[in-house]
């Protein structure tokens, strides 16, 4: 599913827009063209497009980034949900990273988006080298930075990364508890 994904995105490559919003569309739009059992997810659900193929069960989401930005942190997925969707080996997390470029024209309040690069990675090749989990809810994956570029690690396993998630994910709560632990001891001393 994943060559399927990059295939037909390869297209996408040089393609500009005037709105960062079109860029994402663009890309979701391609790959619901490939018509192959696709479901549009609603507007409130984890990834963009949810797939099923050959009864494996893929959601796929869209990231896009500016190549030119200093900071950027995108938030990946709730690690309860990754966890939830993960624990079974037949559904798939895949990320397709869009990498753009602005062009702003002169005394012109306009720019154009130009994609430059497209990557399609399964959760699975992230490198815990740039991520984080986050305090946001029960937990957010979160990309630390994408400043200094994405690396993948293809020859790691599932099973590999997704124990390093849980590892991460534990400690992660033992933090958590200590900090709150600390605000509620600041409340009884007072």
């Given amino acids: ?7 037909t995105l390869n297209s996408c490559i040089g393609a500009s827009y005037n709105s960062l919003e079109l860029i994402s569309t663009e890309v979701s739009n391609e790959i619901l063209n490939l018509k192959d059992n696709l ?9 963009d497009i949810e797939i099923t193929h050959d009864d494996q ?15 950027s942190v995108p938030n990946l997925i709730s ?7 993960l624990k079974n080996h037949d559904n798939h997390i895949i ?9 702003d024209f002169e005394n012109i309040d306009m720019y154009e988006a130009s994609i430059t690069n497209i990557r399609v990675q399964p959760i699975e090749t992230l490198d815990w080298s740039y991520l984080a989990i986050q305090n946001l809810g029960r937990g957010q994956l979160q990309i630390k930075n994408t400043a ?12 590999t990364w997704f124990g390093e998630f849980k590892e991460k994910a534990i400690e992660y709560y033992n933090n958590l508890i200590l900090k709150v632990t600390e605000y509620k001891t600041e409340f009884e001393d007072d």
């Fill in 1 to 7: 599913m994943i060559n399927k994904i990059k295939t």
């Fill in 39 to 47: 479901t549009d997810i609603e507007d409130n659900s984890i990834g």
């Fill in 57 to 71: 069960f893929y959601i796929v989401d869209v990231k896009i980034q500016d190549i030119d930005k200093v900071y």
């Fill in 79 to 85: 690690i309860k949900k990754a966890k939830d969707i």
């Fill in 95 to 103: 990320y397709v990273f869009v990498e753009y470029k602005v062009k």
């Fill in 148 to 159: 200094n570029g994405l690396t993948f690690n293809p020859e790691v396993t599932r099973t």
